[in-house]
């Protein structure tokens, strides 16, 4: 049935087109060959390029005005954050002038030289002046940006030892995250898939003889001291994941056979960056969308939404398969005191095997 | 290499042997028919490719809502209607791999190239007519094995068009990476294989079959992308091949170039001392010299479509033919922008940031040179005009946000989100569709003898201008805002509630661009029966193609070969009558040709 509409609907829309192709060949019987632009074709098609230049101003104006409060542009919650968000402003900035000016001299000129019967075009077809200065320029603030961006790149990417950072494994599988705290010795136990014992419980494949092992400690929620720097070793047992924490400026794959690593200093507490006037503005328009859709899903007898309340969050940022879209952790910056606290709360490897 | 004069043609392309159907329609060897198969196997695949992208726009905008469409098309991959997560990876993946190959590689490049190479630079053929009909048969064999490949029971290959290991080589990670992904990895390499013989044939003949008078310089831009296209083809496709090649045998043979320490449902693998960063090396040490296979191609026939339609040279030729050897030079060493995160050495990262960055250079001074092409013209605003006017403004568009991309320090932050997605298509999707339009618009009349419909060419155009900028533009926001690619929904991070409505525009405009595709399609098949004779030179161009009678005939010219005494760019030339004439025109006593 929908097939049979589906072939009915396609009909009429090629009966429509074929009307109207009709109506514009009647229109314009007399002229020659109907099918070359003219004078008219010209002229409105060149107006119609200043409305399209109009068209993308006011796209990029309402894209800035809507959507343009971006959790990713402020209130980063890192050491590092603030580099990269100014680096990134930055560049915004200049592409945002490029575009305006490029677009304007392109649809300006489309329109201010639409061809007419009888003009001839200048014979222009170079000038080593003019290309000079275009080709120069750009490698002058590309100079810039390279060099800005590569003393950002390496200061974000150096680990130094000298902070004595505190380890943490991030551990990835088909479709949840684990965390491993190294525990006092500050030293992660070696490790490897093939010692996975799951009968007892030994998910990560800690070599249980390892001495630096025994005090590691595991966890499903992350949890950071604020200000501390942290060192993150990431693994992989199956395929291909990325630890990606957006409000931390951080991404780093993990790879099956592969230790790779990432650094940052957390520097805002959950509970700080809740009390943001932005983060909680943000926050009430998310409750407004759901209580909104909750009242949609009540009428149809399904259950309501929950409240949402601002966590920082850690996704999986490498497509890993069916339920690679709900792939996250919970991380929780808090103070020292905080942390101590529930780290105290957490058995250490060697009590969590079951003998 | 001088030009080669073609002596024994009369003989060998004389109207004495008869062509039956199957010589003529399907195994021809003439340049001019494989185009037009390659152009409509494309269009076909295009067909399939843009279908796929509208239903995963409809499932991201209205997520896990009950579709008609998905229950008729999808079957069993959407059970009650509602798109299954498998199946909605197994259209991303499908989609970007038939854009990208199927479509902007062999449907705008096999196309034009087979079209354009012998009619501008005044040959009979290809070098070789038979390996060019292998070419075009490959590929149409390696697209069947692409479409089979969606009817398979655990669903087609869903590992994203990038296909990394470990997720593409175990079956039991995904249901798509079983008998999918088999045939996706021989479906690549058939398509390699044709992709390599067409590239070499182009290369051969742009060398060696010029006509006595076209010089290297006096080529006209289409010619050079063309060549230089298929040289960078030919440096890159072999890559892939063995990468492809190295992950068939992992998958199938049990070694372990990509695997290692793998435990997956409850087993440890035999897999040891591989890396799936090896892999990300080989697949985009062709994966990005792709994109340029994809965007030199539509740059060459906007550069010739805005000559023509301007009435003007092309602003500094030389500057273009450097921006473009600078640009497929910078193309082989920068692939590593894609992998920044992937794991491998920070400092490589470095230089990797370097060198992207470089093609920001040659990119600008050929934005800057059309746009200087468009100044004090006399813009004839015919529907491959528009096209090529809407390739440099999203070209501009798309390639600027290349700047943060690139820029290893931003990419920590934005890599994988929908700022990726919105800067690649914007930059070498929509671009490269443009070009190829604009293609399509401008050599209609040389393919099919006929005219497409003009009135429906400028619906096309604004419509689908309207909906490339409405789709793309919102995106980078949702991207920036830290939303990933490749979710299936939003729906389990409430952090992303208040950019729904977002994906709510983006899918209305993917929706209405979509369907006004509809026209075109009727345009360009109605037009094959229907459409209004064509002149032979209907847009007064200069180039040798057009020299050549309406009606197509085995050896392109009867007769001789025009020779050619001029460059490509004589439009608006003072001293003539014409605003344009064309590369057969001797020069006038005392006329000096252009120091160029």
Not at chain 2, 182 to 189: N, R
Not at chain 2, 196 to 203: D, K, P, R, T
Not at chain 2, 217 to 236: E, H, K, M, N, Q
Not at chain 2, 552 to 561: A, C, L, R, S, T
């Amino acid at each position: 049935m929908t097939a049979l509409l589906t072939i009915i609907v396609l009909v009429f829309i090629l009966v429509a087109i074929w009307q109207m192709v009709k109506i514009f060949d009647l229109a314009q019987a007399k002229v020659e060959n109907a099918q070359v632009a003219t004078d008219k074709d010209n002229k409105i098609n060149g107006y119609l390029m200043m409305g399209f230049l109009l068209f993308i101003y006011g796209i990029t104006i309402v894209s800035f005005v809507k959507w343009g409060d971006l959790p990713l542009l402020s209130n980063s919650a890192s050491e590092h954050g603030p580099q990269i968000d100014n680096l990134m402003i930055i560049s915004l900035v200049l592409i945002f002038i490029v575009q305006t000016v490029t677009q304007f001299l392109l649809y300006y000129f489309a329109y201010k030289y639409k061809g007419e019967k009888g003009k001839k075009a200048l014979f222009f077809a170079d000038n080593n002046k003019l290309e000079a200065i275009w080709t120069i320029i750009p490698v002058i603030v590309l100079a810039g940006l390279i060099i800005y961006g590569l003393n950002t790149w390496i200061s974000i990417m150096g680990v130094n030892q000298d902070d004595d950072p505190m380890v943490i494994e991030l551990y990835a599988q088909q479709f949840n995250w684990t965390a491993r705290y190294a525990g006092e010795d500050n030293t992660l136990g070696k490790s490897n898939v093939r010692l996975i014992d799951i009968d007892r419980a030994n998910v990560l494949g800690i070599d249980e003889a390892d001495p630096y092992g025994q005090d590691d400690v595991i966890t499903k929620e992350l949890h950071l001291p604020v200000g501390r720097p942290i060192l993150f070793k990431m693994r992989s047992q199956d395929v291909l994941h990325s630890a990606y924490m957006p409000h931390f400026r951080a991404q780093m794959n993990c790879v099956p056979g592969m230790i790779t690593q990432f650094g940052f200093t957390p520097t805002v507490t959950t509970a700080e960056m809740r009390q943001r006037p932005e983060i909680q503005e943000k926050v009430a328009h998310i409750n407004e969308i759901r209580v909104e859709k909750s009242k949609e899903l009540v009428a149809k007898g399904e259950q309501p939404l929950d409240r949402y309340e601002f966590n920082y969050l850690l996704l999986c940022n490498k497509i890993c398969g069916k339920s690679h879209y709900n792939m996250q952790m919970k991380i929780v910056v808090e103070s020292q005191e905080e942390f101590d606290a529930w780290m105290k709360e957490q058995k250490v490897f060697k009590n969590s095997l079951i003998n | 290499m001088s030009a080669h004069e073609d002596t024994h043609a009369h003989e060998d392309h004389g109207h004495h042997h008869k062509e039956t159907f199957v010589t003529k329609y399907i195994f021809s060897q003439d340049h001019k028919m494989i185009a037009k198969q390659y152009l409509i196997t494309g269009t076909i695949m295009g067909v399939i490719g843009v279908f796929m992208s509208m239903m995963f726009r409809m499932q991201l905008a209205w997520p896990e809502q009950p579709n008609v469409l998905f229950e008729a098309v999808l079957g069993k991959w959407a059970p009650d209607g509602v798109m299954s997560s498998d199946i909605y990876l197994a259209l991303v993946t499908i989609h970007g791999t038939i854009m990208v190959f199927f479509v902007l590689t062999a449907g705008l490049s096999g196309t034009f190239s087979n079209l354009l190479i012998p009619l501008q630079i005044g040959a009979r053929d290809m070098a070789s007519g038979f390996l060019n009909m292998i070419s075009y048969w490959l590929f149409f064999l390696s697209s069947v094995v692409m479409v089979i490949s969606l009817f398979v029971e655990a669903g087609p290959a869903a590992a994203g068009w990038t296909i990394y290991p470990p997720l593409s080589a175990l079956p039991m990670a995904q249901g798509g990476s079983g008998l999918g992904m088999t045939l996706w990895l021989v479906s690549m390499a058939i398509f390699i294989a044709s992709s390599l013989m067409g590239s070499l044939n182009y290369i051969v003949t742009v060398l060696n079959l010029r006509t006595k008078g076209m010089s290297m310089t006096r080529l006209p831009l289409t010619i050079w992308t063309f060549f230089i296209t298929a040289v960078i083809g030919v440096i890159s496709f072999p890559v892939l091949l063995s990468a492809a090649l190295l992950l068939i045998m992992d998958r199938s043979f049990g070694t372990s170039f990509f695997l290692s320490d793998i435990f997956i449902q409850g087993e440890v693998l035999h897999y040891h001392g591989g890396s799936p960063v090896l892999f990300e090396h080989l697949f985009w040490f062709l994966g990005h010299p792709e994109v340029y296979i994809v965007i030199l191609p539509a740059m060459g026939l906007v550069s010739e479509i805005m000559a023509t339609n301007s009435r003007k040279p092309i602003f500094g030729y030389r500057a273009m033919i450097a921006s473009i050897l600078a640009i497929a030079f910078l193309s082989t060493i920068v692939w590593g922008h894609h992998m920044f995160v992937s794991g491998m050495n920070p400092f490589l990262g470095s230089v990797f940031t370097f060198t992207t960055l470089l093609i920001a250079i040659p990119s600008a001074v050929k934005a800057f040179n059309w746009i200087t092409t468009l100044w004090k013209g006399n813009l004839q605003m015919n529907p491959a005009m528009l096209f090529a006017i809407g390739f440099v403004s999203t070209f501009i568009t798309g390639g600027l946000t290349g700047i943060i991309l690139g820029d290893s320090a931003l990419d920590i932050n934005v890599h994988d989100t929908y700022f990726v997605v919105a800067h690649f298509h914007l930059v070498m999707g929509i671009s490269a569709l443009y070009g190829m339009f604009a293609g399509i618009y401008h050599w209609y009349p040389k393919m099919f003898g006929r005219m497409l419909n003009k009135n429906l060419g400028y619906i096309h155009f604004w419509v689908t201008a309207i909906c490339a900028y409405g789709v793309f533009f919102p995106m980078h926001f949702i991207g920036m805002a830290g939303l990933p690619r490749r979710y299936y929904t939003n729906t389990n991070f409430p952090l992303f509630d208040d950019l729904a409505n977002v994906n709510v525009i983006i899918t209305i405009f993917a929706l209405i661009g979509g369907a006004v595709q509809i026209i075109y399609l009727y345009n360009f098949f109605s037009s094959i029966f229907f459409g209004k004779k064509a002149p032979q030179n209907p847009w007064k161009s200069t180039t040798l193609e057009w020299t050549a009678p309406v009606k197509h005939i085995h050896g392109n010219w009867p007769g001789e070969i025009p020779h050619v005494y001029r460059w490509s760019y004589d439009y608006s030339k003072p001293g003539h009558e014409d605003d344009f004439v064309p590369q057969n025109i001797p020069l006038k006593e005392g006329e000096e040709e252009l120091q160029h």
